[in-house]
């Protein structure tokens, strides 16, 4: 069944591209405001779930540029060694830590281990909820 959304396919192209800004900016924005991994991830994967709407499920795992199921395991990974560091400093388990280096084009930076752990919940929550939403289209 071929349906004619030429209204829908043309705005989710424009509308695709603000969800991942906005996704983008909610991730990094997550230390000092409400925002993160967790909410950063929702909202990118809304993107792809209107791609998938709008166009096809097949178009949507073309474009993904890794497996997600893969990648929600990568992430777990990245959230427990960003835990674990602490405990090899003699600190508790999830005590976050900070180093400063001076970097060519930042210069003097702070790298912490809770943006490390932010990643690892991104990561995981677009893993495994692209996965959900491939699961659920290909059982049609």
Same mark, same amino acid.
């Given at each position: 069944?071929?349906?004619?959304?030429? #209204?829908?396919?043309? =705005? /989710? &192209?424009? $509308?695709?591209?603000? $969800?991942?800004?906005? *996704? =983008?900016? !909610?991730?990094? !924005?997550?230390?000092?405001?409400?925002?993160?991994?967790? #909410? *950063?991830?929702?909202?990118?994967?809304? =993107?792809? =779930?209107?791609?998938?709407?709008?166009?096809? +499920?097949?178009?949507?795992?073309?474009?993904?540029?890794?497996?997600? +199921?893969?990648?929600?395991?990568?992430?777990?990974?990245?959230?427990?060694? %960003? !835990? !674990?560091? %602490?405990?090899?400093?003699? &600190? /508790?388990?999830? @005590?976050? /830590? /900070?180093?400063?280096?001076?970097?060519?084009?930042?210069?003097?930076?702070?790298?912490? @281990? %809770? @943006?490390?752990?932010?990643?690892?919940?991104?990561?995981?929550?677009?893993?495994?909820?692209?996965? #959900?939403? #491939?699961?659920? *289209?290909?059982?049609?």
């Amino acid at each position: 069944m071929k349906n004619n959304d030429v #209204i829908l396919r043309m =705005a /989710s &192209q424009i $509308i695709v591209f603000i $969800i991942l800004i906005f *996704g =983008a900016d !909610s991730f990094f !924005s997550g230390h000092n405001l409400p925002g993160g991994g967790f #909410i *950063g991830g929702l909202i990118i994967v809304s =993107a792809f =779930a209107l791609l998938a709407i709008a166009y096809d +499920l097949n178009l949507v795992k073309r474009i993904l540029p890794f497996n997600p +199921l893969r990648l929600a395991g990568s992430g777990l990974l990245i959230i427990l060694i %960003s !835990s !674990s560091i %602490s405990l090899f400093k003699g &600190q /508790s388990f999830l @005590t976050h /830590s /900070s180093v400063y280096v001076d970097l060519p084009l930042f210069g003097h930076t702070g790298l912490y @281990t %809770s @943006t490390l752990f932010d990643i690892g919940v991104l990561m995981v929550v677009l893993g495994a909820i692209l996965t #959900i939403i #491939i699961a659920i *289209g290909e059982s049609d």
